[in-house]
């Protein structure tokens, strides 16, 4: 299982939202999965099973696949919700 | 007694390779997290091969932009400037590497001190532009006649400054658009967003009138995507230079016959892969780097602030993102007019800098002044980003004759603070200048009320 966060320029904010997302999957106590950060041109649909994008690129990785969209990238409430739904449709817990 | 020589002598070879000396820098923040053997490997090995990977895209890069120059010249008798924080820190990475790659680590250190020991709670987490911070002031005080270890002890004290003040000046504005203090920017254009927050406050009447109640057209999202605005926008300058500078000319002597339109269209196109492939690099040196960091400095800073990357604000106000890059760009193209009636170098608008920076202009004005604020604010910051490169590319020393620099305001308004300070009274000026910042950063109580005042 992979998960790939995704941001314009694929340097800061994509990183970031890796760092959080490995942070949750601790938390919560999953393994297994690996978690990596790109920017919206390189990534293509099969570079990860699920992806992560602001919604602000929402529209331009919409072709990516199984597309998790943040409100709002800071929010780690929102991102540990998100993350959890998806760690639980993949059966991961 | 030779063998003891011998071996000094391999370890500095070592060292003065900066792909070892960032390899070594991750292992040790690998092995500070007590990672597992594979792990350990895998990230030394690849931030070993990303920095090579960077000073690889760097030739590809200066393929692309050399023959700008040179065109530009031809077409309009002054030089031309492309600023881009990538192009320019993988130039300078040739002959600065090692020192840059000692003053991030360092200056990453004194940023985790200053968090630690003074009021200013920031943690700096925008790895890549701590990278190209660090490069910059290796140039600087390499300029400026320091050597070896004063050179990155300055580099880094200055750099951990930085770090911190950055997120510090804008945190006000921060507070007042995200409704709290927990979170901070991190991008070193803080100077040009606070202007345009204050900017926003001329118009804090009309604060209400935000952008985001109008309905604007999304369909430019797809400058968001690096690659494409970068090849788009030197696509077109190319093209412009080249009508100016003439068929004859660039088919004569830079183009060995191929048309000048096709070799100018190239050559964009070669600039942008430049950069994709230094961004991959920086993305593989930084990718093991930044996490331990992030590790570290949460043990030890118990209420840090991270200071995270700009587009951390766009969500705020999606309106303003786009109102504030085209405001922005304006700013640049008025101060390029400016600029040829002055007959100083041209600083050109690239439109990656004016669109990240223009965004957040454009989301913190709007913050304090509604939709004339977002335009007024990020206007300011247009023209701000343009001028300050014309007075940086003087301390940078040789680096100031490449086509390029750097882009973004708070590397304009540091490189000018320490360089000017060299040039009127050398090394010992940025010294005696340090000292006296960090006397005053530790200062418990100084004039920060408006902390309690804004929220």
Known sequence: MKFLAVCGSGLGTSFMVEMNIQQILQEIGVTGVEVSHSDLSSATPGDADVFFLAKDIAEGGAHLGEVIVLDNIIDMDELRDKVTKVVKEKNLI | MTTMNEFLSVLVDILSQPAILVAAIALIGLLAQRKNLSEIMKGAIKTFVGFIVIASGAGILEQGLSPFGAMFQEAFNVSGVVPNNEAIVALALNEYGTNTALIMFFGMIVNVLIARFTRYKYIFLT????????????????????????????GAVALGIIMTLSPAILQPFMRQLTGNDNVALGHFSAVGYAISGLTGKLFKKSKEHSTENIDFPKGLGFLRDSTVSIALTMIVMYIIVALFAGSTFIEAELSDGTNYLVFSLMKGGSFAAGVFIILSGVRLVLAEIIPAFKGISTKIVPNAKPALDVPIIYTYAPNAVLIGFFSSFIGGIFSMGIMFVLGTTIILPGV???????????????????????????????????????????????????????????????????????????PIAIVISLIVILGLMLIPFGKKKEATKNV
Do not use: R
């Not at chain 2, 890549?128 to 140039?139: F, Q």
């Not at chain 2, 490169?389 to 680096?399: A, M, Q, R, S, Y």
């Not at chain 2, 490189?415 to 040039?423: D, P, S």
């Open chain 2, 352 to 426: 990656v800098p004016h669109f990240f920076t223009g965004a957040a202009a454009g989301v913190l004005g709007n913050a304090t002044g509604g939709i004339k604020g977002s335009v007024a604010g990020s206007f300011v910051n247009g023209i701000i980003i343009s001028f300050l490169p014309i007075f940086l590319l003087p301390v940078l020393g040789e680096l100031g004759f490449a086509n390029t620099t750097f882009s973004d305001a708070d590397f304009g308004v540091s490189g000018i603070f320490f360089g000017t300070l060299a040039n009127y009274a050398g």
């Open chain 2, 127 to 154: 790895g890549h532009h701590t990278l190209y911070m660090a490069c910059m002031l290796a140039v600087i005080m390499a300029v400026a006649g320091f050597d070896t270890i004063p050179l990155i002890a300055a």
